[in-house]
């Protein structure tokens, strides 16, 4: 068997494996599993990538290994949860940039005299810059926002939109002529270059921070795009089977957070909704609402949750963010403990990142059992002694339902104001990432409990110990 059959059916196996991996991905009780699956997948291609090229200038590529796993590592060590979206920007963005600069190699390589540049590696070459550049300047504009060094309002100018499409089509125009005409142009290929990271920021920063966890996404999925265009630009099989992957798995992904949202791609991408500041953390009052705030201290709360028949909680960003998820994960034991019914119910957009609740009640070691999506939760609410909203803001207003006016309306919420007793812990009465006041705050069952999260949640703890 000759060693090009070998390295194919290596090949032929790294896919199974990122399949399989992939698949398992889908709950989590097999996500740890699943990602070790697809690791292994990459390590078989790595290796076999290797020897294909007989180890041809391993010097450097060890070096980078050795790097960006110390990096890789320390960093996966050190972040904080609440961080974790800010950290899958800076992936996809550092996945997109690789891309665009194996694309933007392979055009400097193909400027010697005895190469030529061809229509297919040219269209390969033009892609894998284009998406992996916009992906790179997309996903630190992204970074910048979700890390709060940049408002998380949209910003907006006059005729954004046609900017957008000229960059795009000039883009697309240069490459198309540098392809075909003059492919030793390297100025004009610059100028590819400087076009699609300038798209990647104009087509970012209009984004509101209420539609991060579809940017995040969708980046994720412009990454998988830039790496199978690498795949093709260096004839790597495996580079194109799993670039595929990650990029119709993150576009599978954006659509069900859209559908979560009830909107359409178009109008996260364009709509600019959302204009609460993340960095500044801009307050939004309570204005004008017909209706009075109801608030509880923790004795009351505590008493209440400790009798109750069953118990929902809640999770979003305020809860990532006072990293009370440990808190919480105690308080529900307490709860099942005295025989109150616990379940967790999951937005699929709540947090800044597809998943995030999820992964921090995972850290928290919930038991997944105890973890509902929306739709499979929501008519559990009006049979709910008490549901309680921990940090959660948009997905629970119910002005989506009615208000024509807001930007929320139309998007699924959960029917939080359907169980008998609301309790809401927040800091305050500051509105969510799409900046419009909460309708729940002021509903005739919610009480307010306001306060750090992680700190309230412990005062509940010890409090429904003693009731």
Request: net charge negative; with cysteine; charged share 10%.
């Amino acid at each position: 068997m000759s060693f090009f059959t070998i390295a194919n059916l290596a090949y032929l196996v790294s896919a199974a494996l990122f399949v399989f991996g992939l698949k398992r991905l889908q709950s989590p009780k097999t996500a740890r599993s699943g990602n070790v699956m697809a690791a292994v997948g990459m390590a078989l291609a790595i290796i076999v990538t290797l020897l294909e090229t007989n180890f041809a200038n391993w010097q450097p590529i060890l070096v980078g290994a050795v790097i960006g796993a110390l990096a890789g590592s320390i960093s996966a060590r050190a972040v904080q949860m609440t961080a974790m979206p800010q950290m899958v920007g800076l992936f996809n963005g550092f996945g997109g940039g690789a891309s665009a600069l194996v694309a933007i190699s392979e055009f400097m390589r193909l400027l010697s005299p005895d190469l030529v540049l061809t229509a297919d590696s040219g269209v390969s070459i033009v892609l894998g810059t284009l998406i992996g550049g916009v992906t790179f300047s997309g996903s630190m504009i992204a970074f910048g926002k979700l890390q709060g060094w940049m408002t998380g309002a949209p910003i907006t100018w006059p005729l954004q939109k046609a900017m957008n499409a000229i960059l795009f089509i000039a883009t697309l125009a240069i490459g198309t002529y540098v392809i075909w005409f003059d492919p030793t142009n390297t100025t004009l290929f610059l100028v590819i270059i400087g076009l699609a990271l300038a798209l990647g920021i104009t087509s970012t920063i209009p984004i509101g921070g209420a539609d991060m966890p579809v940017v995040i996404s969708l980046l994720n999925s412009y990454s998988g795009l830039a790496a199978a265009a690498a795949g093709f630009v260096v004839d790597n099989r495996v580079l194109i089977i799993s670039g595929s992957l990650v990029g119709a798995s993150g576009l599978i992904l954006t659509n069900i957070m859209c559908v979560g949202m009830n909107r359409s791609l178009a109008n996260v991408l364009f709509g600019a909704v959302g204009t609460a500041d993340v960095g500044a953390g801009g307050s939004v009052g309570a204005g004008e609402h017909a209706g009075t705030v109801q608030s509880i201290d923790a004795d009351g709360a505590a008493v209440m949750l400790a009798y109750a028949r069953s118990v929902i909680f809640v999770p979003g960003y305020g809860m990532a963010v006072a990293q009370a998820q440990h808190a919480v994960r105690e308080l529900a034991d307490v709860l099942k403990d005295r025989g109150v019914d616990v379940k967790y119910a999951i937005h699929p957009v709540a947090g800044r990142m597809p998943g995030h609740m999820n992964v921090l009640l995972a850290e928290a070691n919930v038991p997944y059992d105890e973890l509902y999506d929306m739709d499979d939760i929501n008519d559990s609410f009006k049979n709910t002694s008490v549901a309680v909203v921990i940090g959660a803001n948009d997905v629970v207003n119910p002005a989506a339902r009615h208000d024509t006016s807001s930007p929320l309306y139309g998007m699924p919420i959960l029917n939080v104001d359907e169980a008998e007793h609301i309790i809401v812990l927040k800091r305050s009465m500051r509105a969510g990432f799409a900046g419009v006041e909460n309708e729940l705050f002021f509903h005739p069952k919610t009480m307010m409990l306001f306060g750090d999260a992680k700190e309230s949640v412990s005062k509940l703890v010890m409090e429904a110990k003693a009731a």
